[in-house]
Nanobody, 126 residues
Framework: QVQLVESGGGLVQPGGSLRLSCAAS????????IGWFRQAPGKEREGISCKSSSDDIQYYADSVKGRFTISRDNAKNTVYLQMNNLKPEDTAVYYC???????????????????WGQGTQVTVSS
């Protein structure tokens, strides 16, 4: 059974950091484009960071560039999103995604993916 399970969300003060994890099962992440998306109440889902299967192509939305870092550990079959200097506007449900064939651009900008996690809530508030 193919699954992506996010963890690491929670409540954090502005300026703080969180690291989200996304554990994959039922398939191997090595050959997949991976990505993180978020959706705030009343807003469309936003592709915030994607990374190619070979790790040589990355995309970051302007809203998170310089603050967030996407990475993967293929040995653990896990994707990460390190989030620093968090702002209240980063509050959203965060989803990880993986797709065997879509490019970084097709995945992050078009917001399409074959596999999705169930989401984890991140709240940035004092």
């Amino acid at each position: 059974q193919v699954q992506l399970v996010e963890s690491g969300g929670g409540l954090v003060q502005p300026g703080g950091s969180l690291r989200l994890s996304c554990a994959a099962s039922g398939f191997t992440l090595d050959y997949y484009t991976i990505g993180w998306f978020r959706q705030a109440p009343g807003k469309e889902r936003e592709g915030i960071s994607c990374k190619s299967s070979s790790d040589d192509i990355q995309y970051y939305a302007d809203s998170v560039k310089g603050r967030f870092t996407i990475s993967r550990d293929n040995a653990k079959n896990t994707v990460y999103l390190q989030m620093n200097n968090l702002k209240p506007e980063d509050t959203a449900v965060y989803y990880c995604a993986a797709d065997r064939f879509r490019t970084v651009q097709a995945m992050c900008v078009s917001r399409f993916s074959n596999y999705w996690g169930q989401g984890t809530q991140v709240t940035v508030s004092s």
